[in-house]
């Protein structure tokens, strides 16, 4: 089972519907979570992070974890064809010495 | 703020050449930066773990002499690919974690795309 699983995609919605991207992890002792998004060429950037169960809400992007189902996923609503991207789920453990693992990525679409 | 860059964003170097990548953060001090690579279409590859004043760690099957990593101040860390091949060719991305008082989150440099010919 690898560490950090993500469904490759591509995940295809249409302009102004909600976007859903799901992470699970198989390490129990995970305590931070991260979405990156990744545009084709560029490098990946922050979204969001989530260190508790429940929700965090930011602007259109709302995070989601639930750490006894160990799965984090990522909504996008109102999504825009400027959402299209390859989507990271990215874990780690507390403390500085770990190092996050990230997942495969998620490839969104949004068509008009 | 925690603003990383990556110098130079583009190189094409000759088969045996060698080719240094900066990776700065320009606006926090980064104890630890990561070095990445990824090929078109795959996902990206820890390559090394690279610590303020010391070694680098390498990740399994990351040739150490090959991969040359230099983490000499709290702002700076290097990566040198010595000896390039063609298949060396990929995009080079750098993350540094921090600032301080938020030592979890990493924060990707623009990456640089390295072709060998």
């Known amino acids: 089972q690898k560490e950090v699983e993500q469904n490759s995609g591509p995940l295809s919605v249409p302009e102004g519907a909600i976007a859903s991207l799901n992470c699970t992890y198989s390490?129990?002792?995970?305590?931070?979570f991260f979405w990156y998004r990744q545009y084709s060429g560029k490098s990946p950037e922050l979204i969001m992070s989530?260190?508790?169960?429940g929700d965090k809400e930011d602007g259109r992007f709302t995070a989601q974890l639930n750490k006894a189902s160990q799965y984090v996923s990522l909504l996008i609503r109102d999504s825009q064809p400027s959402d299209s991207a390859t989507y990271l789920c990215?874990?780690?453990?507390?403390?500085?010495?770990?190092?996050?693992?990230f997942g495969r990525g998620t490839s969104l679409i949004v068509h008009p | 703020g925690a603003v990383v860059s990556q110098h130079p964003s583009r190189v094409i170097c000759k088969s045996g050449t060698s080719v240094k990548i900066e990776c700065r953060s320009l606006?926090?001090?980064?104890?630890?930066m990561f070095w990445y690579r990824q090929f078109p279409k795959q996902s990206l590859m820890l390559m090394a773990t690279?610590?303020?004043?010391?070694?680098?760690?390498?990740e399994q099957g990351v040739e150490k002499d090959k991969f040359l990593i230099n983490h000499a101040s709290l702002t700076l860390s290097t990566l040198t690919v010595t000896s390039a091949h063609p298949e060396d060719s990929s995009f080079y991305i750098c993350s540094a974690v921090g600032p301080a008082g938020n030592q979890e989150t990493q924060y990707f440099g623009p990456g640089t795309r390295l072709l060998v010919l």
């Open positions: 390490d129990r002792g995970s305590q931070s």
């Open positions: 606006d926090f001090q980064a104890t630890t």
């Open positions: 690279s610590n303020e004043g010391s070694k680098a760690t390498y």
């Open positions: 990215a874990v780690k453990k507390s403390g500085g010495s770990y190092i996050p693992t």
């Open positions: 989530i260190y508790s169960n």
